[in-house]
């Protein structure tokens, strides 16, 4: 890695022009490449739960992982750390230098759309998340990017947004996981689209100090994909790289501006330093970079996603139920659309194509092969658009493979490229000069007889023909600019067409491409739905008959995702009615919660056990499956609090007022506010079950200790249960007496978790860092402890915390 004298050498060969080329991106995934200096372009990726690369393209596939929700309920840092290690491996694979992860935006409403690519509503908890996958991605050489800096909690107008907050909430819970990034040496911090107190986060203050200057940031400040709006405010400010490009607010503007000394010419040469330092760090810089050569999927691999299924999956409830016995079991139900096509992560711009999805269905009926039968009835059509045509619904109509045939088209609509592909949903359609029209077309396999539902997503005009008949013929205006809408996820028009089984019609699927409407086109089709009432009735009768009944109930696709919130955190009527039908046939009923953030249960206490799968990734049904039948221990906690109702929850608007959004709650988010409300959720933060009972016997500490000194405390637990097991001790601090500091009723301070065989203790020790007992004092301008008594409480969750001891702080000498 080159040192900074080199890199000062460097410099001095560059003209100014030369060197403000190098602060946009080149393409949309890379950075500008420097013959002269040996330095060679960066190739940067999506990545929370799998890299994507350069394109959306179904037959590059990659690993997916579950869900940052689901990563951050395993509590277990070690584990995250070695799954960062898997997505650097994935990143060196294609080529990738720097991975678009982590996500280290709070659960501040449960009604945020991209909860499932955020860990938890705790800064602690995601500061110590997000730190050790970061350490896990760069320890083998490729960069992470710690984003989105700061407070864009939710997606509501998140382009624009002014978010109000006071200082002392911005320091001690919002900034706070970024700052525990740049502890763990994150080498690049995306800032946000939104503003915060009425500048855009791309030319804000916080870019330099506290990032640069009292952190000690000596990494890249990157954009979020098109949130550069200006020249010279953001060229003053700490963002050092514009992505993505060539096109941008920089480049000869802002040589006009370091010209006419609006800009200082020094504020340049640090954005390229920084620049330079990460393309040395990432081995582009003076030597060829030698990606690592192209290898299959381990198993290892994929027994590490396998693990981190089960490991977050979160015992929410169970009455005696789980884990299920197969040796005990004949004959199992398994219940709900969403088994076998279960969801393994949320929309946007995080989505890849996985390289195999298991569902649960798979999972179960590979679990007891050989031991008990399956039965899958699917219950209710579950709502939301079709789902893209697949290998199994369309073939190419010229070749009758399967899959779709991809055509663009010119004005006149001469073919001007054609080509094979896997999926009705191509985000990227190539785009050869002259491109007018992109046409998807498939020979349809209908296995059902009936009316069926057919989908086409884009913007601009929009046709589907079916054997030559118009189905579709309209102009669909974009109504937002928001990319994740306009380039991933466009709204979907549907219309109905009866189709007959065993027959082939031919589908045409057309859309115009126009200037502001990007190119995505997504053809999906879904077959007739059973009426609701017989479906019940089916599901109803399987479960009955069954010794055991596994009902899965989650969000669809036009839920959870990057773009969007949601209006409301119901899983419909549908889907509750299916839970509340095959719980009262069977009471050895297991309900499973494929979602990515909290949804009411209103029949949470008529199950027998309810399991909260997340958003698992593409071995989902393999994990699940060890932890229902009992080959694993569920690991997960809840990193977020879920109310009963959403009008039970202190926080929820994500709607801005003329612009803004206030964060009025101050510090007191997530459980933070459940307790100043005095209101009791369905599940507290850090709540989770075993398959082990846990008795907490005994806090110990000091009675006394220093202003800035950390504290170490013992919780002694005894395995009260009938197999080995693994507790989460989680420890909080109270600040029991008066004072003019409004401290929440309680704060997370720390964890570790400890294993113990059946009636065997165990001692947890819990580092409280002295920052946990710091507010941050706004006139001083600087962190401050409070002397005096503070409490301690030890316990299973948030709301349980049976064990407390009193610590008194003393100011330092």
Not at 248 to 259: F, K
Not at 425 to 439: C, D, K, N, S
Not at 569 to 587: C, M
Request: some cysteine.
């Amino acid at each position: 890695m080159a040192d900074e004298d080199e890199l000062d050498r460097l410099l001095d060969k560059l003209t100014l022009r030369s060197r403000v080329r190098l602060l946009t991106g080149a393409t949309t995934w890379r950075t500008a490449a420097e013959p002269d200096i040996a330095l060679g372009e960066l190739v940067l990726s999506d990545g929370p739960a799998g890299v994507r690369g350069e394109s959306w393209d179904e037959r590059a596939t990659s690993v997916l992982l579950p869900s940052a929700s689901a990563l951050a309920a395993t509590w277990d840092e070690r584990l995250v750390e070695e799954l960062g290690g898997l997505l650097a491996s994935e990143a060196r694979r294609k080529g990738v230098h720097v991975i678009l992860a982590p996500n280290l935006n709070l659960h501040r409403s449960p009604l945020a759309g991209r909860h499932f690519e955020c860990f938890s509503e705790d800064p602690v908890l995601t500061g110590r998340m997000g730190a050790a996958l970061i350490r896990g991605i760069q320890a083998q050489g490729v960069a992470a990017t710690a984003k989105h800096f700061v407070a864009n909690d939710a997606e509501t107008d998140r382009l624009t947004v002014d978010v109000r907050i006071d200082e002392r909430t911005l320091r001690e819970v919002y900034l706070a996981p970024f700052e525990a990034a740049v502890a763990a040496g994150v080498r690049l911090v995306m800032a946000g689209y939104n503003q915060v107190n009425g500048t855009t986060m791309t030319a804000h203050e916080l870019l330099t100090a506290p990032l640069k200057s009292e952190w000690g940031f000596d990494g890249v400040v990157v954009s979020d994909w098109g949130a550069v709006r200006g020249t010279r405010q953001t060229a003053r400010a700490g963002l050092d790289l514009q992505m993505p490009g060539p096109a941008g607010q920089w480049g000869e503007s802002l040589v006009r501006a370091v010209e006419a000394g609006e800009v200082e010419e020094p504020a340049v040469d640090d954005k390229v330093r920084r620049l330079l330092r990460l393309a040395a760090w990432c081995g582009v810089l003076g030597r060829p970079y030698r990606p690592a050569r192209p290898h299959p999927r381990s198993r290892r691999a994929r027994a590490l996603a396998r693990r981190a299924v089960a490991a977050g999956a979160v015992l929410l409830a169970n009455r005696g139920v789980l884990p299920l016995d197969p040796a005990r079991l004949r004959t199992v139900a398994v219940i709900g659309a969403a088994a076998a096509r279960t969801r393994t992560q949320g929309g946007g711009s995080a989505g890849v194509f996985p390289q195999d999805e298991v569902s649960v269905l798979d999972g179960i009926r590979a679990g007891l092969r050989g031991r008990a039968r399956v039965v899958h009835v699917p219950g209710p059509a579950p709502d939301g658009p079709p789902p893209p045509l697949d290998l199994d619904l369309g073939s190419d109509p010229r070749t009758t493979t399967p899959g779709v045939l991809l055509r663009v088209l010119d004005d006149s609509g001469t073919e001007l490229h054609a080509e094979h592909r896997r999926s009705g949903r191509q985000l990227e359609p190539p785009l050869p000069p002259g491109a007018h029209t992109v046409e998807i077309s498939a020979r349809l396999h209908p296995r059902t007889s009936g009316t069926w539902r057919i989908g086409l997503a884009g913007f601009g005009r929009l046709s589907l023909h079916l054997d030559g008949h118009p189905l579709l013929d309209g102009v669909f205006a974009t109504t937002t600019d928001d990319p994740a809408v306009i380039h991933v996820n466009p709204p979907t028009q549907v219309v109905t067409a009866h189709l007959t089984a065993g027959t082939t019609p031919l589908l045409v699927a057309r859309r115009e491409l126009a200037p502001g409407t990007g190119r995505a086109t997504v053809v999906g089709a879904a077959p007739p739905g059973p009426d609701p009432a017989e479906a019940l009735a089916a599901a109803s009768r399987a479960a009955r008959e069954a010794d055991a009944a596994v009902v899965v109930v989650g969000t669809g696709e036009q839920h959870e995702s990057e773009g969007r919130d949601r209006p409301h955190l119901a899983l419909g009527t549908d889907q509750d009615a299916l839970v509340r039908a095959v719980a009262r046939a069977n009471p050895r009923t297991v309900a499973v919660v494929n979602s990515g953030g909290p949804v009411e249960l209103p029949w949470r206490d008529d199950v027998g056990a309810l399991l909260l799968a997340w958003f698992p990734g593409q071995e989902g049904g393999g994990g699940l499956a060890d932890v229902l039948l009992g080959r694993t221990e569920p690991g997960g906690r809840l990193p977020t609090t879920w109310p009963a109702r959403l009008a039970d929850a202190p926080v929820t608007r994500t709607r801005p007022d003329a612009g803004r959004l206030p964060y009025d709650e101050g510090v007191h988010v997530g459980h933070r506010g459940w307790l100043r409300a005095r209101r009791t959720p369905a599940y507290w933060f850090g709540h989770g079950l075993g398959y082990t009972t846990w008795a907490h016997e005994e806090l110990s500490g000091p009675a006394e200790t220093a202003a800035g000194e950390d504290i170490t405390v013992r919780v002694r637990l005894r395995n009260t249960g009938p197999r080995a097991g693994r507790a989460v001790v989680q420890v909080y601090l109270a600040r029991p007496a008066a004072t003019a500091v409004a401290y929440p009723e309680r704060w997370l301070a720390g964890w570790t978790a400890v294993r113990a065989r059946p009636g065997d203790t165990v001692v947890a020790q819990v580092r409280i860092p002295a920052r946990a007992l710091c507010h941050w004092d706004v006139r001083a301008g600087g962190w401050r402890t409070e002397p005096g008594p503070y409490r301690v409480l030890a316990g299973r969750s948030a709301g349980d915390l049976p064990l407390s001891l009193e610590v008194r702080v003393r100011d330092r000498p």
